[in-house]
């Protein structure tokens, strides 16, 4: 059985900077693409970045750009996800999604999601 666990998600204040982890379980890690994705409430959830199975190829979403660094361990099955500089309207669940692909929200596995909040 796949999982995927997300951590790392809490309170900051604007500007402040967290980093998400995601740790894989039950699949080939090295296999998989990443992809994080986040649901502010009552919208659309939207792709914030991407990372292929090797970590040769990097998608960042623009409204994150210089903002965010997505990262993976394969040794450790670990994928983060580290924010910098965030700002109130980062607010949001974010996921953690293992797939074939980067970038692609289709098929694949989802974590169960972790809350940040940027307010103060």
């Known amino acids: 059985q796949v999982q995927l666990v997300e951590s790392g998600g809490e309170l900051v204040q604007p500007g402040g900077s967290l980093t998400l982890s995601c740790v894989v379980s039950g699949f080939t890690f090295n296999k998989l693409a990443i992809n994080w994705y986040r649901q502010p409430l009552g919208k659309e959830r939207e792709l914030v970045a991407g990372?292929?199975?090797?970590?040769?190829?990097?998608h960042y979403a623009d409204f994150m750009k210089g903002r965010v660094t997505i990262s993976r361990d394969n040794a450790k099955n670990t994928a983060r996800l580290q924010m910098d500089n965030l700002r109130p309207e980062d607010t949001a669940v974010y996921y953690c999604?293992?797939?074939?692909?980067?970038?692609?929200?289709?098929?694949?596995?989802w974590g169960q999601g972790t809350q940040v909040t940027v307010t103060g």
């Open positions: 999604h293992a797939a074939s692909f980067i970038a692609t929200a289709e098929g694949g596995f």
């Open positions: 990372i292929s199975s090797a970590g040769t190829s990097i």
